[in-house]
């Protein structure tokens, strides 16, 4: 049983590089015609594969159908908070999750520092657009014409001396992080206030939310939350492979060991 449920998940991601007749996927599993066969009414019966008029196969539309509700049931929240809880634990700073909606970039997680210090930041109130660590790496994941269009609709407040000017200084800003996977706000939104992010990337590549670090200049030094970036990046990645479901699997326990 193990075999054919083997055989049958090879024939998708061959079937995923285009449609593809018996005597191929039968090449490919390295078995008789007549086996798969039997794996391909077994998946076309699921809707997972399709049968064309010529006689090649191709990906079915229940696959499809099926893969966009996973990824609408996700909770992206639900998944990194282990791993937001667990940075906290290991450096004492504040860690934020954002995601973008409607042009708006919102906090949808928070973990407190250890420090009596607070931010103001809070659960679902949006972030300081033009210059947010996460607001940039949310940003700069669109289009360069869906940059180009929020760029210009934006207005720039000056929180700070440091804040992010106008559009052109943000359509920079957001190349370079784009081109560095990376982003810092150090004091453009509180002078106090520094934080470096990282993104959280879905099996796509695509951003599906930002995570960062923050501190008060009182405890750490600029360059010394830089330092933590690397701890940043390798939290943002994990939640990433967890998010696509691209995690190793668990060694399994002595029940479940054939």
């Not at 794996?39 to 594969?49: A, C, M, Q």
């Not at 996700?74 to 934020?96: F, Q, S």
């Amino acid at each position: 049983m193990s075999q054919s449920v083997d055989r049958a998940l090879r024939i998708l991601p061959l079937l995923a590089e285009g449609p593809a007749d018996l005597g191929r996927v039968a090449d490919r599993l390295g078995v008789h015609k007549s086996t798969a066969l039997r794996l391909l009414r077994t998946l076309h019966e699921h809707g997972l594969v399709h049968r064309q008029p010529d006689g090649r196969y191709r990906l079915g539309a229940r696959l499809f159908a099926l893969a966009q509700e996973a990824m609408e049931n996700l909770d992206v929240r639900e998944i990194a908070h282990p791993y937001l809880v667990r940075l906290n634990e290991e450096c004492g700073h504040t860690v934020h999750l954002a995601v973008h909606e409607d042009d708006e970039v919102l906090y949808i997680d928070k973990v407190e520092s250890r420090y009596p210090v607070r931010m103001y930041s809070r659960i679902g109130k949006p972030v300081a657009i033009t210059v947010a660590a996460v607001a940039k790496l949310l940003l700069a994941d669109l289009p360069e014409d869906g940059r180009r269009a929020l760029a210009e609709r934006l207005d720039y407040p000056r929180y700070t001396s440091r804040s992010t000017p106008d559009a052109a200084a943000f359509l920079d800003e957001l190349a370079r992080v784009r081109e560095q996977g990376w982003a810092t706000d150090f004091g453009g939104h509180e002078e106090s206030i520094n934080c470096v992010g990282a993104p959280v990337r879905g099996v796509d590549g695509r951003v599906v939310a930002a995570m960062s670090l923050s501190a008060p200049n009182v405890v750490v030094t600029a360059d010394e939350l830089l330092d933590l970036l690397p701890l940043v990046r390798r939290t943002a990645d994990a939640i990433g492979r967890e998010y696509a479901g691209t995690t190793p699997a668990d060694t399994p326990t002595t029940e479940e060991a054939p």
